[in-house]
Nanobody, 116 residues
Framework: QVQLVESGGGLVQAGGSLRLSCAAS????????MAWYRQAPAKQREFVGR???????NYADSVKGRFTISGDFAKNTMYLQMNSLKPDDTAVYYC??????????WGQGTQVTVSS
């Protein structure tokens, strides 16, 4: 059994920073993409950013220049450095690993709350 576990969420003031982590509790092979998503109350889950095994990264327009995603595919760990946080960033943040066969592993989520 494999489980992804997010950590690092919390309450911060606008303009502050947080660093989220995601790690697999078991061995996972052939992961090709690691990604972060978030979901605010009454809103659909939205894409935040992702990194591929080849090293490419991309981000949602709303977080470009403020968030940085990194992944260690050898260790099955991923990070999200969030700077210049805004109240609109408040959401539950989820990590997801995509397997080469096309299916995803998901974490349980970690709450990020940004106060004004």
């Amino acid at each position: 059994q494999v489980q992804l576990v997010e950590s690092g969420g919390g309450l911060v003031q606008a303009g502050g920073s947080l660093r989220l982590s995601c790690a697999a509790s078991g061995s996972i092979f052939s992961i090709v993409t690691m990604a972060w998503y978030r979901q605010a109350p009454a809103k659909q889950r939205e894409f935040v950013g992702r990194v591929t095994r080849g090293g490419s990264t991309n981000y949602a327009d709303s977080v470009k220049g403020r968030f940085t995603i990194s992944g260690d595919f050898a260790k099955n760990t991923m990070y999200l450095q969030m700077n210049s946080l805004k109240p609109d960033d408040t959401a539950v943040y989820y990590c997801a690993f995509t397997h080469a066969q096309g299916y995803d592993y998901w974490g349980q989520g970690t709450q990020v709350t940004v106060s004004s």
